[in-house]
């Protein structure tokens, strides 16, 4: 049995920890019941044991059902999503597992039921919900458990993914942080959200370009990203509506009002910038498939 995962971005300027969106970007992960031990092929060897991500949301689903754990083989078929660069590749592994584990021993939990359950490995679920869901979540965490709701997004809006040839990892990206902000700060996110959710919808650049501004995470983040001023630069002098951090990073994410940004952006990167992908990116509406 096949599972297909998408790529997120989290955050998505002021949603912190919060906002969500599922890509067409995917990996692939096949499950076999069966042997006589765990074995998992296909991925580096650091990942080939119990701590691999996609064992770990299978087996916290069959914990959370009371299963007993039976041999197992874990096949990477297609790893599209590029590690530690802020596109949900963790939290893909994880969905992918609990919805393997789902299917496998016919549970017939929901999708909700598998983000309560999955959240926890990765302690947030603002990229559980839409490698789950697909398209634009909003999720919270309510007395520990995690729920999501669903936002539309238009059909007017065109993204890029501007993916370093670095990593950073989460939790490099988490120590620059403040331990808390300036009340004025978090009033301006909080605004800054609820218009986004609007400005997504709409298609409404001018709005848009307003409701990504962030004073939470990005003003520290940005720091880690070696040329960050430089290329955002770039994206507003080809007219992009937005610019954003994907995760935390080191991929940024461009909306742009028009198909062409993409192909101009790699035009003007590729001197400066020449180990960096630019990859024009669509929303996955589907979230994790079975086969």
């Not at 991925?43 to 119990?50: A, D, K, L, S, V």
């Not at 992918?96 to 939990?109: I, K, P, Q, V, Y």
Request: glycine share 10%; hydrophobic share 45%.
């Amino acid at each position: 049995m096949r599972v297909r995962i998408p790529a997120s971005s989290a955050n998505l300027g002021p949603g912190f920890d919060c906002f969500g969106l599922a890509w067409q970007c995917w990996n692939e992960i096949e499950f076999i019941p069966g042997g006589d031990k765990l074995k998992i092929n296909g991925c580096p060897e650091r990942f080939q044991n119990r701590e691999n991500l996609a064992f770990r949301g299978y087996l916290a689903v069959l914990e959370a059902c009371g299963l007993k754990e039976e041999p197992l083989s874990i096949e990477f078929l297609k790893t599209e999503i590029p590690v530690s660069r802020g596109l949900g590749s963790s939290a893909a592994l994880i969905a992918g597992g609990a919805a393997a584990a789902n299917t496998l021993h016919g549970l017939g939990l929901s999708r909700d039921e598998l983000l309560r359950i999955a959240t926890p490995i990765e302690g947030h679920p603002d990229n559980i919900a839409p490698a789950l869901f697909g398209g634009l979540t909003v999720s919270a965490m309510e007395d520990g458990r995690a729920l999501t709701a669903a936002f539309p997004l238009s059909s007017k809006l065109f993204f890029t993914a501007l993916i370093p040839d670095f990593e950073l990892s989460t939790e490099r990206s988490r120590s620059v942080l403040p331990a808390s902000v300036p009340r004025a700060d978090a009033i301006f996110n909080v605004s800054r959200a609820a218009l986004l959710l609007k400005a997504l919808e709409t298609g409404d650049g001018a709005l848009l370009g307003l409701a990504l501004q962030d004073r939470l995470h990005q003003p520290f983040r940005t720091k880690l990203i070696p040329g960050f001023n430089r290329v955002r630069g770039l994206a507003e002098s080809l007219g992009a509506a937005g610019l954003c951090i994907s995760g935390a990073g080191s991929t940024l994410l461009c909306v742009a009002m028009g198909p062409d940004f993409s192909r101009e952006m790699a035009s003007a990167m590729a001197a400066d910038f020449p180990g960096w992908q630019v990859r024009p990116i669509l929303p996955d509406v589907q979230g994790v498939q079975v086969f």
